[in-house]
């Protein structure tokens, strides 16, 4: 079955970088786009970035565009996301998402996510 | 980026319908919107119930079901369970992201 685990939290000093992994097992993962998604303590979810199936397509939020860079290694089944000048409005739960088959990576098909990966910024 | 306006809360009994409404889809792009929907629990991962506004992944409750109207899309749950309290999402795309709505609390009375 597919599976998907986040690593790589924790908490970080503001201004500090980060990088958190997402593990895939169970499918074929370089058929498929990935996507970042987090949600700050008692809030809703926000989408973060997506990565195309080989890499050669990214696209991210605003709030994070020029901080973060999501990037994957289809040899290790694995998608990264490196956060930079990382403040307090990034403190949340991280979740990586597949996206389904035969849609475009712009139309969301999240079908299978992670249990997530908490992230704190504080000092 | 604007994101698509969802109520924040909704509540419904045993055995009724209710319909979580989605607004201001971008539709811009080709003249197409796209809308998913994601159910999430209390300290869970979201869980995908509908994409492309009307169809549902195998294994999702038929109970669950989606439509569209110009810029609207909205998730009908029909025979309210007490396990279908929960926050609801939709989420769609703006032609170079994708947005997710802000949530509808759904509480089952």
């Known amino acids: ?123 | 980026q604007s994101a698509p306006t969802q109520a924040a809360s909704v509540s419904g009994s045993p055995g009724q319908s209710i319909t979580i409404s989605c607004t201001g889809i971008n539709t811009d792009v080709g003249n197409y919107g796209y809308v998913s929907w994601y159910q999430q629990n209390p300290g869970k991962a979201p869980k995908l119930l509908i994409y492309d506004f009307i169809n549902r992944p195998s294994g999702v409750s038929d109970r669950f079901s989606g439509s569209k109207s110009e810029k609207t899309a909205s998730l009908t749950i029909s025979g309210l369970q007490f396990e279908d309290e929960a926050h609801y999402y939709c989420c769609s795309y703006t032609g170079n992201s994708v947005v997710f709505g802000g949530g509808t609390k759904l509480t089952v009375l």
Not at chain 1, 69 to 98: G, I, P, W
């Open chain 1, 1 to 123: 079955q597919v599976q998907l685990v986040e690593s790589g939290g924790g908490v970080v000093q503001p201004g500090r970088s980060l990088r958190v992994s997402c593990a895939a097992s169970g499918f074929t993962f370089s058929s498929h786009a990935m996507h970042w998604v987090r949600q700050a303590p008692g809030k809703g979810l926000e989408w973060v970035a997506v990565i195309s199936s080989d890499g050669s397509d990214k696209f991210y939020a605003n709030s994070v565009k020029g901080r973060f860079t999501v990037s994957r290694d289809n040899s290790k089944n694995t998608l990264y996301l490196q956060m930079s000048s990382l403040t307090h409005e990034d403190t949340a739960v991280y979740f990586c998402a597949r996206q389904g088959p035969y849609k475009w990576m712009l139309m969301p098909f999240l079908d299978n996510w992670g249990q997530g990966d908490l992230v704190t910024v504080s000092s």
